[in-house]
């Protein structure tokens, strides 16, 4: 799936426009995660690792509902190529600090689009040998395509609009949003597909 429409700096700006997930919404879903992960990782201290930038906000609200002993690492990872198309070859611009050799893992997202970044990722991460590892994800795509079985917490399944807030961006934009919107143009018309 690709957001071309999205790209470039010839295009119109892309504005933030109607609220798909509201903040008292996402309050209430990441608080049902928490308490998931919480039951499920009893008398464990599992280790968040968060994919910088956009799970940022996620995981912070996150990891407070949890009720457990969690640690926190982050990486930060960039797609080659297009700005807003994951081509599935991932470079890593920040690794961790941690070793996951023996630990319980949960690799925290923000979105899951075409799944090709999160398929990345875990192959990158179960190679250092974690006692387990499993995905959080904030945000699924209707149509993504990567095997359901890989997708143990999700917060929402989404429509292939794009979106921001909420951590997630346009152009670097709009992370500090509280509710997950559709983009739009400045004029008011809603951004094409994000597919
Ligand atoms: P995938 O590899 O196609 O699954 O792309 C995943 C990455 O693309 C996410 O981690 C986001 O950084 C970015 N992305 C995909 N869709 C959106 C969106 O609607 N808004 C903001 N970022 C997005
Ligand atoms: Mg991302």
């Given at each position: 799936?690709?957001?071309?429409?999205?790209?470039?700096?010839?295009?119109?700006?892309?504005?933030?426009?109607?609220?798909?997930?509201?903040?008292?919404?996402?309050?209430?879903?990441?608080?049902?995660?928490?308490?998931?992960?919480?039951?499920?990782?009893?008398?464990?201290?599992?280790?968040?690792?968060?994919?910088?930038?956009?799970?940022?906000?996620?995981?912070?609200?996150l990891?407070?509902?949890?009720?457990?002993?969690?640690?926190?690492?982050?990486m930060?990872v960039?797609?080659?190529?297009?700005?807003?198309?994951?081509?599935?070859?991932?470079?890593i611009?920040?690794?961790?600090?941690?070793?996951?050799?023996?630990?319980?893992?949960?690799?925290?997202?923000?979105?899951?689009?075409?799944?090709?970044?999160?398929?990345?990722?875990?192959?990158?991460?179960?190679?250092?040998?974690?006692?387990?590892?499993?995905?959080?994800a904030?945000?699924?795509?209707?149509?993504?395509?990567?095997?359901?079985?890989?997708?143990?917490?999700?917060?929402?399944?989404?429509?292939?609009?794009?979106?921001?807030?909420?951590?997630?961006?346009?152009?670097?934009?709009?992370?500090?949003?509280?509710?997950?919107?559709?983009?739009?143009?400045?004029?008011?018309?809603?951004?094409a597909?994000?597919?």
């Amino acid at each position: 799936m690709g957001h071309d429409q999205l790209d470039g700096d010839a295009g119109p700006e892309l504005v933030p426009g109607r609220i798909l997930v509201g903040a008292e919404q996402l309050a209430e879903r990441v608080a049902q995660l928490g308490v998931e992960i919480t039951v499920d990782y009893e008398g464990r201290s599992p280790l968040l690792v968060g994919v910088l930038k956009g799970a940022f906000m996620f995981m912070s609200d996150l990891s407070r509902v949890i009720d457990l002993p969690v640690e926190f690492d982050f990486m930060a990872v960039s797609s080659y190529g297009h700005s807003t198309r994951s081509s599935g070859v991932v470079r890593i611009v920040k690794d961790l600090d941690l070793d996951l050799a023996g630990r319980d893992v949960i690799l925290v997202e923000d979105i899951v689009d075409s799944g090709l970044t999160l398929n990345y990722l875990r192959r990158n991460l179960l190679a250092r040998n974690p006692a387990s590892l499993e995905v959080c994800a904030l945000l699924v795509r209707e149509d993504h395509s990567i095997d359901e079985a890989i997708l143990r917490y999700e917060g929402f399944r989404i429509p292939g609009e794009f979106v921001v807030g909420y951590g997630l961006d346009v152009d670097q934009r709009y992370r500090n949003l509280p509710d997950i919107r559709v983009v739009e143009t400045a004029s008011g018309a809603e951004a094409a597909e994000a597919s």
